[in-house]
């Protein structure tokens, strides 16, 4: 099997755009789901409501893999599985390592689901002496001091950083400079790398406070929905010798004329 240092992803040589490379993720857990229940077809309406996209962009994401579907047939689940792992990199093997060994290390450590997708948890690093040598999802914990020799004996490509935001800088300028290229960066903080590695930030706080945000503007409009439904008064009318106000038989002068 080809290993994750010697075998890039085509797709920038291929000119995909990245907002398409983003969503080919989202089309693959899709048609796995389908391919788990043995769906052999499926609509680009389907996969694109599947996927949270409209219909149109996935067509034109598709484009970009040189997959048109059939009319009146839709895509082959099989085949377009096959085809966006093949684009991403998934058939192949990416060894991975996890530094910082906290909770989410941890529990990011324990996910079943890289193995399935071609990720391969090639060491757990802390630098906690005390974590050394213990196990973790069947692995070892290493030292920091080894992440060089880590990198190299496994021919790692991409790092995950889960340590505290005061020392993911440090951890990240130690990978690249043994040969890591890709970055997943857990920490909250904004890390600076060089020309050629690539960094994803996943940021869970942020995440939340996007969505108090939204929980803060849905409550705000029903509060003015409901004081929108409120009946308000009539406002009494002003007429030639007195004031109109409403009256079982309409308005009448509140004050009757002299």
């Known amino acids: 099997m080809a290993t994750g240092r010697t075998h890039r992803p085509a797709t920038r040589s291929r000119g995909i755009p990245e907002a398409t490379v983003a969503r080919l993720p989202l089309y693959l857990r899709a048609l796995t789901a389908l391919s788990e229940r043995s769906v052999p077809t499926v609509s680009s309406e389907e996969l694109a409501a599947a996927a949270g996209v409209n219909s149109a962009k996935l067509r034109k994401d598709f484009s970009y893999l040189g997959s048109y579907g059939t009319r009146g047939v839709g895509y082959d689940v099989e085949y377009l599985v096959y085809q966006i792992s093949r684009e991403l990199g998934l058939t192949q093997d990416w060894p991975v390592v996890i530094v910082g060994m906290g909770n989410l290390g941890a529990a990011l450590a324990n996910?079943?689901?890289?193995?399935s997708r071609?990720?391969?948890?090639a060491a757990l690093i802390d630098a906690?002496?005390?974590?050394?040598?213990?196990?973790?999802a069947g692995l070892p914990v290493r030292h920091a001091d080894e992440l060089e020799d880590i990198v190299e004996d496994n021919q790692v490509s991409i790092g995950v950083i889960?340590?505290?935001a005061g020392a993911a800088q440090e951890v990240c300028d130690r990978l690249v400079a043994a040969g890591v290229t890709s970055i997943l960066n857990f920490a909250?903080?904004?890390l600076t790398?060089?020309?050629?590695v690539d960094v994803r930030k996943v940021d869970l706080s942020i995440e939340l406070q996007i969505l108090a945000f939204h929980e803060q503007r849905k409550?705000?409009?029903e509060l003015s929905d409901a004081v929108d439904s409120v009946p308000q008064p009539v406002a009494a009318k002003t007429v030639r010798g007195g004031i109109k106000r409403p009256g079982p038989d309409g308005d009448v002068p509140a004050v009757m004329p002299a």
């Open 193 to 196: 790398v060089p020309d050629g």
């Open 128 to 136: 906690d002496a005390q974590l050394a040598g213990k196990l973790i």
């Open 219 to 221: 409550a705000g409009e």
């Open 111 to 115: 996910y079943g689901g890289f193995a």
């Open 188 to 190: 909250p903080t904004v």
């Open 118 to 121: 071609g990720f391969r948890i």
């Open 162 to 164: 889960t340590t505290p």
